[in-house]
């Protein structure tokens, strides 16, 4: 009886001992191997908020003509443009409507369309577009020759193809064509030249439109090296522009124009014929101009059969 | 001098008065010392044993040579703050508002990457549970679908041993808004840590990016992200490899 006691109790406690090596040995059953996992080597992750994608965004950009001392939002509207964002297609369209275009002004007749500003400022300006357009405008971001010239040596300059020679004594234009980088100042004289273009204040407006998409192009690049270079572009921006744009949705529009292909920017003016009222030269937008509104209100962007032919067309060859 | 008692039969104990005379003593209580003595001794070995190899494992050891969950002593070193303003005033104006946000991004930054890189307890099971509300509702889902980046990865515990050595740096830019308030902070982060892998090579976990941080309710959270991994093979290091008491930088 003893002696089956001990052997039983030997073998439970060798059992145990035996048991628990068996599962605790090096070389036991490995744990499946479960993926995902990061072998050596590169890997990236990335997110940006984005405005909802499910309708267009449309920002008007006015360039007031003020000078040092003048009210900013009570002057003639120097450069106007429309710009659309499609954030569902990544896309976007630059519209410049001509500083001269005769329209209806709501609560003042007919006049130039740059003299609305004067009239009720930003707000009217935007009124008066939207009546002429049918385009829903959700914010307003105006700048002055001063502050357009500041914000662009804060980012250190913006990179554009100048794409003719451009001399022009009266903005200060001096460039040959090709790819440079313009300092506050020159990227003014850019943007005011007129008298180097044969069709005047349209192939200015569309100048305008060209450092837009170069501005964006630049921002993209910056970004995808340093993503921090958003603050400094929002910064430049915010310190020398008055807008309407609440100041998260600043930040939400900048990643919200980093989704937008420049090569996939449509940059036009709207079309039309000059004439005189009055003594004063004006712009009677066409029918196209009518027809490219209709098209753009719709989702931000404009049809290739409705885009109507650049005004420099002749000095870049086409 | 020692002097030994023998004692000779007969109960060691003084008996019971009900037991005396109508009970004989059972064999049983006089059990060799041996019968206990051998499959106690064995069932201690066995559990010894058990506790060591199953460190080799996978498992928690309990000595030199198995993982613990030991958390490697971890903290960014903050190499720059830097204010970005909105208005006219003179940025220098914001460096101590500026310094103040940078320690509480520095503290989101190191809880993520605590959580995320070595916290055993997180990577042996491959999960993560304390890295995603660090990020914001607007972010979480695409930081969960990009884990495998983020983090050590679903199926770290396969793979090591042990991480250690972590190493970090942060520089942080903070905008301020019109009123002068800090409204998102960029943390610009350098990361790095010594996995040291089962089948006994090294790797430098290294991890590089760019988090945006907004003020919330529970500090500052994620709102938006570009981050990348190079992890890449390394040489056993000087010193004790891998250990999770690695000096952070």
Known sequence: MRRRTVLAAVALAAWIAGSTLGISAPGGTPRASAQPFLEIGQAHAGFAPTLDGSRPIFILFIGSGARPGEDVEHSLADSIHIVSINPAKHRSAILGIPRDSWVDIPGHGSSKINSSMVYGGPQLLVQTIESLTGIHLDYWVLTTFWGFTTMLNNIGGLTVDVPFAMHDSYSGSDFEPGVQVLKGPDALAFARDRHSLPEGDFGRSEDGGRLIVAALQQFRKEYSKDPSRLLTWVAAGLRNVQTNVPFDQVLELAFTALSVNPKYVENVVAPGTTGMVGGSSVVNLTSQAQTIFHDMAGDGLIAKKNLPPSPNASLLGG | ?249
Do not use: C
């Open chain 2, 1 to 249: 001098m020692t002097r030994v008692v023998v004692v000779r039969g007969g109960p060691r104990y003084p008996s019971r008065g009900l037991s005396e005379g109508r009970h004989r003593p059972s064999p049983q209580r006089r059990l060799p010392p041996a019968v206990l003595i051998v499959p106690a001794a064995l069932v201690a070995l066995g559990l010894v044993l058990f506790l060591v190899l199953r460190g080799g494992s996978g498992g928690r050891g309990i000595f030199g040579g198995g993982p613990d969950d030991t958390i490697p002593a971890f903290d960014f070193r903050i190499t720059k703050t830097q204010p970005i303003v909105v208005t006219d005033k003179e940025p220098s104006q914001f460096d101590s508002s500026a310094a103040q946000v940078a320690d509480e991004v520095t503290k989101t930054m190191t809880a993520l990457y605590t959580e995320a890189f070595l916290d055993p307890s997180n990577w042996r099971d491959g999960t993560y549970d304390n890295v995603w509300p660090l990020f914001d509702e607007g972010s979480r889902t695409s930081a969960q679908q990009d884990g495998t980046t983020l983090t050590l990865g679903a199926s770290a515990g396969d793979t090591y041993d042990k991480v250690g050595r972590p190493k970090g740096k942060i520089a942080v830019k903070v905008l301020l808004d019109r009123e002068e308030k800090p409204s998102m902070a960029v943390a610009i982060v350098k990361f790095s840590a010594l996995g040291t892998r089962k089948d006994g090579t090294y790797t430098e976990i290294v991890s590089t990016g760019q988090f945006f941080l907004r003020p919330g309710g529970s500090g500052w959270t994620v709102y938006a992200f570009q981050v990348r991994r190079s992890d890449h093979e390394t040489t056993p290091p000087p010193g004790p490899s891998g250990s999770p008491s690695g000096a952070s930088s």
